[in-house]
């Protein structure tokens, strides 16, 4: 994979995998792995800085709780209603983009 499409989306990415609920870091990174057979392998050095990005945005929330199989504490987070807008808006943005991207591969 390119890792620049990946930082230029890194955003729209996480908050599509929070839109399903509340996960904590390591759920996400499973859930973006799963979700797309492996294309997306997120490590903690782009996903935690991103998340704190998007907590100071307002677009995410977090708290710290034990993890449901026990452990120590984690912090799970959860879109905000404005990370739900956020999310809305990166999605036109990038159907936008790849509508736009897609005319130029077709014959002219």
Do not use: C
């Not at 991103?50 to 799970?76: F, M």
């Not at 807008?85 to 591969?105: E, G, I, N, V």
Request: no cysteine; charged share 25%.
């Amino acid at each position: 994979m390119e890792p620049n499409l990946l930082k230029g989306n890194l955003d729209l990415i996480l908050l599509s995998i929070l839109e399903g609920g509340e996960k904590y870091g390591l759920d996400i990174t499973k859930e973006a792995n799963a979700r797309t057979q492996g294309y997306f392998d997120l490590n903690a050095g782009s996903l935690y800085p991103a998340l704190h990005r998007l907590e100071r945005a307002g677009w995410v929330r977090s708290e710290n709780r034990p993890p449901p199989r026990g452990g120590p504490r984690v912090r799970y987070y959860q879109l905000t209603g404005a990370g739900q807008q956020a999310l809305a808006d990166k999605r036109h943005a990038y159907d936008t983009f790849d509508d736009a991207l897609r005319a130029l591969w077709r014959p002219a």
